[in-house]
């Protein structure tokens, strides 16, 4: 049997940093004890004007390959999430692929939100464990979200930021990998968070631009909290189960990194003591399809997972989408 193995993490965060204060100045209110203190966020990392989604997957893509050892030329296939893309046409897999010099990868994006990376990765595993032609293929998420805030708005502005983290597969017969996976979609909640100008749907027109509100990221209706606190739990068993692994088996357990009160409410759901995770929204704020590899690669820094660890990696986003991977470290 083929097994899709993970050899290599990186991420990326574009120079500028945004705090609470900052924030604070520029929306005319204090909002560090909601941010900070709720969302768990106390700055966060923001593209200059001359920065763009490419140029965040490109450096994390680098520092994944490095950390892998391998060249981008062993490259067979590049996997690319985002839902902030270099352009609507073409895709940003084929733009970060040609700054590598992976001449020989073919490449193709995927947008399920903040649930994109997970997506990528359950979709790479599987070409590499089908397809004995995929021996490396490189995952990426990445995010530059700035770029559609409206930066006068409290709801989107003190929580999204920018970012990307990247992961190598590797094809390899020996050492298991990738465990197993589960996809969950609700449709019914497409209408609730997105961007919604620039599609067929409502392209940007002079109207569109004049009323000002459709062409930046929105929060059109609330979501139930729910979402997130029984969701999460229940795709998480659901995937151990398919995995034939209990909680016990599992080092590390990663959440989309979008509110620190909900992962303490999930791990307290699922009786798991705090150190069975970890977080980066503090230092890193929101990054929505780069958050998972983002905080991967982090904890793979601080040396929370060694090898042979058992890891799950939970994400959920606009759609709604819900990804959910186990793997073997």
């Known amino acids: 049997m083929t097994y899709a193995r993970i050899i290599g993490t990186g991420s990326y965060v574009p120079e500028k940093v945004l705090t609470n204060a900052d924030l604070g100045r ?36 680098r520092r994944a390959l490095a950390s892998a050892g391998v060249r ?11 839902d902030t ?8 897999s084929v733009v970060v692929q040609h700054r590598l010099g992976a001449k020989r990868a073919g490449t193709f994006d995927l947008n399920c939100a903040c649930a994109g990376f997970v997506t990528a990765l359950d979709t790479a595993s599987k070409y590499v464990i089908a397809d004995s032609s995929y021996k490396h293929v490189l995952v990426v998420g990445a995010y530059a979200m700035s770029k559609y805030l409206d930066w006068t708005d ?54 569109v631009l004049r009323e000002g509100v459709w062409q930046k ?10 979402v997130n606190t029984e969701g ?44 069975r995770t970890h977080t980066v929204m503090g230092k890193w704020g929101y990054t929505g399809s780069a958050c998972i590899p983002m905080v991967l690669d982090d904890a793979v820094r601080e040396g929370k997972l060694k090898d042979g660890d058992v890891f799950v990696m939970c994400a959920s986003g606009g759609g709604l989408n819900m990804a959910c991977a186990a793997f073997k470290w």
Not at 72 to 82: F, G, I, K, M, Y
Not at 220 to 225: G, H, L, N, Q, R
Request: aromatic share 8%; proline share 5%; net charge negative.
């Open 232 to 275: 999460w739990p229940a795709i998480v068993n659901d995937v151990l189960k398919k995995a034939s692994l209990t909680k016990d088996d599992v080092a590390l357990f990663l959440f989309t990194q979008v509110n620190l009160s909900t992962i303490k409410i999930v791990l307290e759901k699922m009786n798991l003591p705090w150190e």
């Open 26 to 61: 520029m929306l005319g209110e204090d909002v560090d004890e909601f941010v900070s203190g709720v969302l768990g966020i106390r700055e966060r990392h923001v593209c200059g004007e001359d920065e763009s989604t490419a140029d965040l997957a490109t450096e994390a893509a």
């Open 154 to 207: 409290k709801k989107t502005a003190t929580i999204f930021a920018d970012g990307a983290g990247a992961v190598v597969l590797r094809a390899d017969e020996a050492r298991p990998g990738f465990l197993a996976s589960k996809l969950v979609a609700e449709g019914s909640y497409h209408d609730h968070m997105g961007i919604y100008a620039g599609g067929t749907r409502m392209p940007v027109t002079e109207d």
């Open 217 to 226: 990221l929105r929060f059109a209706k609330k979501y139930p909290a729910e």
């Open 72 to 82: 981008p030329e062993e490259l067979d296939l590049v996997v690319l999430a985002t």
């Open 85 to 92: 893309p270099e352009y609507i046409s073409p895709a940003t």
